[in-house]
Every structure is written in C-alpha cells, then in structure tokens.
T-cell receptor, first 115, second 107 residues
Framework: DTAVSQTPKYLVTQMGNDKSIKCEQN?????MYWYKQDSKKFLKIMFSYNNKELIINETVPNRFSPKSPDKAHLNLHINSLELGDSAVYFC??????????????FGSGTRLTVV | RKEVEQDPGPFNVPEGATVAFNCTYS??????FFWYRQDCRKEPKLLMSVYSSGNEDGRFTAQLNRASQYISLLIRDSKLSDSATYLC????????FGKGTRLSVIA
C-alpha cells in the first residue's frame, strides 16, 4: 500500500495553463506539506497544513493555491503556469506527535515541465 | 547564510571505504535532525534520525553537535548500493533540507 501518493507523476503543459496536483496519505498523519525541488536539487518548503488548517505559507507566488479538504488530502493548484515553475513537487506528511523521531514521509513526486 | 549547508560532493569512494558527511545548520532553536537518502529521480527517504546521544543503524552512524550546530553521517564498509544523494534536514516545522551530498561508491 502506498503511504503518500501523488498524481500525476508527470505533467507537461504549456505556459499560461492552470493545473492541479493531488496528494493523499493513508498513514493517519495530521500534517501535510508541499515541497518544490528545482533543477539544482534544492528541496524548499512551500506550504504546510495541520488538520486542514494552513500553518505555513512560504514566499510563494499567489498563483499557487493549496487546498486541504481533509487531513488525508492536500492538493496544489497552479494558475498561469510559467517556465520557472518547472520542477519536481513533493508532497509529504508527518504526525506532530512522532515528528522528532520519524520525520516526514514523502510521496514519489510530480515532475512538472512547463513548455 | 543558508539555513542548512552541505558539501555537494561528489564523493567518489571505493567499495569498502568509510565515508563521512557533515552538515551545518543555522537555526539554534532546531529540535529535529535527520538524514535522508535520495536516489536519482526518486523521493527522499528517511535514513535515520539524529540525536545528541548519537544514533547507529548497522553501517550508518549519525551524530549531532549542538554547540557547533552540525550533524554528521558516517558510512562504514561502503556498498555500491549506497550510491545516492544524502540530504540532511533540521528544524521544527517545517524541516529545512540541505542541497544534499552526492556519493558514488565505485567497484
């Protein structure tokens, strides 16, 4: 059983389009995250939700809008895609109680290419 | 200053060698420390947590030095399968990751 699953795995789209990435975790975790890993392999936090509430919103263009319908799901919608949005987007989850010992569990990533 | 800094490598070592990576962090309030392993085109996977008392798991040993704000990872008897990028992470929420250190173990 996949613990943190993201869809789609690959996404190729034209500049200016709007796209969504979905994430689901079946670990019973209460906190979910979106990270962006650019071409230089730097893994950077974008958003974090705890029990459906936004708790972290880093300096990210407002074209990016996360949405958490429940604590097992965290989706990412991106409007007006730009070339610089090309990256791998990783969803992750953790449990506040266990975070110090078990860290985060990552999904397999969504490789977004904007052309 | 970047929050978490690592030597990017690559470290090219022969099988059986011992290799050590260091990582420095700037946030003295960080409470959680980890080493993750990331294979090419894959997600980061937790390798081990890092505690002040040290942590050992088979051939892997991790240490935390709070006074100097660095964490280390020692890999003994390197295997070909250890070839990967090793990311250190520190923080509370969220975890902040270094850019990773690339290790290539050569036959």
């Amino acid at each position: 059983d996949t613990a943190v699953s993201q869809t789609p795995k690959y996404l190729v789209t034209q500049m200016g389009n709007d796209k969504s990435i979905k994430c689901e975790q079946n670990l019973g975790h209460d906190t979910m995250y979106w990270y962006k890993q650019d071409s230089k392999k730097f893994l950077k936090i974008m958003f974090s939700y705890n029990n459906k509430e936004l708790i972290i919103n880093e300096t990210v263009p407002n074209r990016f809008s996360p949405k958490s319908p429940d604590k097992a799901h965290l989706n990412l919608h991106i409007n007006s895609l730009e070339l610089g949005d090309s990256a791998v987007y990783f969803c992750a989850s953790s449990h506040a109680r266990d975070r110090a010992n078990y860290g985060y569990t990552f999904g397999s990533g969504t490789r977004l290419t904007v052309v | 200053r970047k929050e978490v800094e690592q030597d990017p490598g690559p470290f090219n070592v022969p099988e059986g060698a011992t290799v050590a990576f260091n990582c420095t962090y700037s946030n003295s309030a960080s409470q959680s420390f980890f080493w993750y392993r990331q294979d090419c085109r894959k997600e980061p996977k937790l390798l081990m947590s890092v505690y002040s008392s040290g942590n050992e798991d088979g051939r892997f040993t991790a240490q935390l030095n709070r006074a100097s704000q660095y964490i280390s990872l020692l890999i003994r008897d390197s295997k070909l399968s250890d070839s990967a990028t090793y990311l250190c992470a520190s923080g509370n929420t969220p975890l902040v990751f270094g850019k990773g250190t690339r290790l290539s173990v050569i036959a």
